[in-house]
C-alpha cells in the first residue's frame, strides 16, 4: 500500500457473494406482502461530467462503463467499479427489466432502500420521480411508465457529500482518521412490489403494557389518515406463533387491540407477536413486541434507564455500521446477523447505531436476537470548526448557544445562519423517527453528536419529543451540552472518567470511550493507523481495556452511571480501534476478558 491508499478486504460473506442476487431478503420485515422482486444484481453504469438536467433523451448516457453490482456503491470492492463519485458529476445506472402485464386494478411500485444522494429515476426515458436524503427509502408508482415485455430503468444519481447541505454521517472525500471514504448511488436493496389501487402504506404500532394493549394506526395510500372512518373494514390478527391472540373487524385507521397475558420484549427474552392487516384487496404481515422504556431513580436516587418498570444498565458499543467491501453496505444478512450474535455472546446488550441508517432487516435482527439500539441521526452541515467540535470541550468548554456559531456548521459570519442545511435536517428527523418508530429495540434517540452541524438542540429536542415521547433522548451527545434532553452525556478520550452530579439530574451516561488501538497485520486497510491509545498485541490491548473498565468505569455504577458506550464493534480504514478487524476476521482482544468485564456490567 502506498500513499496511504485504502485496501478493499473482502470479508468471508463478500468472497461467497453472487452478484446476480446479493442480499436477496426481503428488504422491509416489518410491512411484508408476498408479490414482490428484487432488482438487485448487474446494472450498468456510467460516470459523466456535468449535473443532469430535466432533459433525460439529451443525457442518458448512449455508452455506459460497464456493470455494477448493486446494492453496492461504486467506491466499494463488492461493487465491481472502485470508483469515485465527485460533485459536479452524474453516475448513472441502467437495467433491462421484463415485466408482464399488470392486472386491472393494481399499481406497481419500484423501491428504492437508499440511494446517495441524490437522484432522477427515468423508466423508458420518461421520468418517474425524484428524491434527496441519502439515507432514507422512497419509492415511485411505475404503473403508467412500464409496458408489458422489456423496459429500461435509468437512474441518474449527484452526490455533493460532505460539501453540501444533505446529511453525510461519517463520509468525506478527504477521508482520514475518524472520517471515511466517500460513497454514493444506490446502497440499498432496489426492489417492486405489485399493490391494490388502494393499498396499506404504513402502519405505526406502539405497544402500552399498562393496558396490556397495543395502538395500530394504518395509513392507506391516498386518503386522509387521521383517525378517519373506512368505507371498507380492516381486518386485524394477532399471533404468538400459530394461536391466536386477538381476532377482529376495525373501521377506522387507529385503533387498539388487546394483548391479554402477554410477554414481555426484553434482551434476555426478546419476543415478538406477528401481527396480520388485511382488506377486501390488499394483505400485509408484520411483527411488534410488548415492552416500555423509561427512566426510574433507584434506591440511591440515582436516575436508571428502565425496560419494562426495571432498571436496566445499557452495556453497549459504538457501531459504524461500515464494512471493508460493502462500506455501508453489509456484505449479507447472515453478516449482520453474525454480527449480533458475536456481540451479544460478549456480553453486550446495546448498540449505538452511530451517524448512519441502518438497512431495515438489521434492526430486524436487533429485535428478533435481542439487542438494545441508540439511534443517532445522521449529520450534516460544515465545515466543522474545529475549535468547536474538537479542541475546547477537550480542555473543559462547553458552548450553551448553539444558534448562530459558525463552528456548529449550520452557519457562517458572511451569510449567517444556513436556513435550508437546518430545514433539511429537520426533515430528515421526521423521516427517521417515521422510519424507525416501530422498532422493537430502538431505546434511544440522539439528535447531536459532538457539536457536527448542531443547531437549536433544545428546539429539537421539543421536536423530537412531540414526534416519538416514548423513547428517551441523548441531545448533544459528548458536548455542548444545551441543559435539555434526558442524558448528561460523557465523551472520554485521553484522559480519565470523572463524574459530576448533574443540576438536571439526568441520567448519567458515559457515550463513548476508550477507542484503544492494536494493529492486526493482513487485516487492515491503510499503513496510517489512527487511534486514541495504541497496544502492540492482543494481550496488551486486552490488559489495557480491562484495566480502563475496572478503575474507571465500573466504579462508577455505584456513582449513578447507567450507560456506556465503548468505541468501538470494528476497525474501519485509518481507525484500528475495533474490537474486530475491518474485515471481521479476528476479534482483536480476549473474550474471556470482555465476559468477565461484562457480567460486572449490570450494575
Not at 52 to 78: A, Q
Not at 215 to 228: C, H, M, R
Not at 357 to 369: A, G, M, S, T, V
Request: glycine share 8%.
Amino acid at each position: 500500500m502506498k500513499n496511504n491508499k485504502i485496501k478493499h478486504l473482502l470479508t468471508s460473506w463478500g468472497e461467497q457473494l453472487d452478484k446476480t442476487n446479493p442480499l436477496p431478503e426481503y428488504p422491509r420485515p416489518q410491512l411484508k406482502r408476498k408479490d414482490w422482486r428484487s432488482l438487485n444484481g448487474i446494472w450498468q453504469y456510467a460516470i459523466c461530467d456535468g449535473i443532469t438536467t430535466e432533459k433525460p433523451e439529451t443525457n442518458i448516457p448512449k455508452k455506459y462503463d460497464g456493470e455494477i453490482v448493486v446494492p453496492f456503491s461504486p467506491e466499494t470492492k463488492l461493487s465491481g467499479v472502485e470508483r469515485q463519485l465527485l460533485p459536479g458529476q452524474t453516475l448513472w445506472y441502467r437495467r433491462a427489466v421484463s415485466l408482464e402485464a399488470t392486472e386491472p386494478g393494481k399499481r406497481l411500485l419500484l423501491h428504492f432502500g437508499a440511494v446517495d444522494q441524490s437522484c432522477d429515476v427515468y423508466i423508458n426515458d420518461k421520468k418517474a420521480g425524484s428524491h434527496s436524503g441519502g439515507y432514507w427509502p422512497f419509492y415511485f408508482d411505475i404503473t403508467d411508465h412500464v409496458t408489458a415485455g422489456g423496459n429500461i430503468i435509468d437512474i441518474a444519481v449527484t452526490d455533493d457529500s460532505n460539501t453540501g447541505n444533505e446529511a453525510y454521517g461519517k463520509q468525506n472525500l478527504k477521508s482520514g482518521g475518524i472520517w471515511y471514504t466517500a460513497q454514493s448511488g444506490i446502497w440499498q436493496t432496489v426492489w417492486m412490489e405489485t399493490v391494490p389501487e388502494r393499498y396499506i402504506e404504513s402502519i405505526k404500532i406502539t405497544p402500552y403494557c399498562e393496558s396490556s394493549e397495543v395502538e395500530l394506526n394504518i395509513k392507506f395510500s391516498g386518503e386522509n389518515n387521521q383517525n378517519g372512518q373506512l368505507a371498507q373494514p380492516v381486518h386485524v390478527r394477532i399471533q404468538d406463533g400459530d394461536t391466536i391472540i386477538a381476532d377482529g373487524d376495525y373501521e377506522t385507521t387507529k385503533f387498539r387491540l388487546p394483548v391479554p397475558n402477554f410477554k414481555y420484549w426484553s434482551p434476555d427474552n426478546p419476543f415478538l407477536y406477528t401481527v396480520k392487516i388485511s382488506t377486501e384487496s390488499d394483505k400485509i404481515e408484520s411483527y411488534f413486541g410488548m415492552r416500555e422504556f423509561g427512566i426510574i431513580k433507584d434506591k440511591d436516587g440515582f436516575p436508571r434507564l428502565s425496560l419494562n418498570g426495571e432498571i436496566i444498565f445499557h452495556n453497549g458499543l459504538l457501531d459504524q455500521g461500515y464494512w471493508s467491501d460493502g462500506m455501508l453496505t453489509p456484505p449479507a444478512d447472515e453478516a449482520m446477523i453474525w454480527e449480533i450474535e458475536e456481540l451479544k455472546k460478549l456480553g453486550f446488550n446495546m448498540l449505538r447505531k452511530h451517524i448512519k441508517i441502518e438497512p431495515l432487516r438489521w434492526y430486524y435482527h436487533c429485535d428478533r436476537l435481542g439487542m438494545l439500539v441508540w439511534q443517532d441521526f445522521v449529520s450534516g452541515g460544515g465545515p466543522y470548526g474545529e475549535m468547536v467540535t474538537r479542541y475546547l470541550p477537550f480542555i473543559g468548554i462547553h458552548l450553551k448557544n448553539d444558534h448562530d456559531n459558525p463552528g456548529f456548521g449550520r452557519a457562517d459570519k458572511i451569510s449567517g445562519i444556513n436556513e435550508k442545511s437546518r430545514s433539511i435536517f429537520e426533515r430528515d428527523m421526521a423521516c427517521t423517527v417515521d422510519l424507525l418508530y416501530n422498532t422493537v429495540s430502538l431505546a434511544v434517540w440522539v439528535p447531536f453528536n459532538e457539536g457536527w452541524g448542531q443547531f437549536d438542540a433544545a428546539r429539537i429536542t421539543e421536536e423530537l419529543q412531540e414526534l416519538d415521547n416514548t423513547r428517551a433522548i441523548d441531545h448533544a451527545s459528548g458536548w455542548h451540552d444545551q441543559g435539555t434532553g434526558d442524558f448528561k452525556s460523557y465523551h472520554i478520550y485521553y484522559k480519565k472518567f470523572r463524574m459530576k452530579p448533574d443540576k438536571k439530574n439526568r441520567v448519567q451516561a458515559l457515550t463513548e470511550f476508550g477507542g484503544y488501538s492494536c494493529p492486526t497485520e493482513e487485516h487492515m486497510a491503510t499503513e496510517k493507523l489512527f487511534g486514541y491509545k495504541m497496544c502492540k498485541n492482543k494481550t496488551e490491548l486486552s490488559s489495557a481495556v480491562a484495566e480502563l473498565y475496572e478503575n474507571e468505569v465500573i466504579p462508577k455504577i455505584k456513582q449513578g452511571l447507567a450507560a456506556t458506550v465503548y468505541t468501538q464493534v470494528s476497525d474501519i480504514e485509518e481507525e484500528i480501534n475495533g474490537l474486530f478487524t475491518y474485515d471481521r476476521a479476528e476479534l482483536k482482544i480476549d473474550p474471556d476478558v470482555l465476559k468477565r468485564i461484562n457480567a460486572k456490567m449490570k450494575g
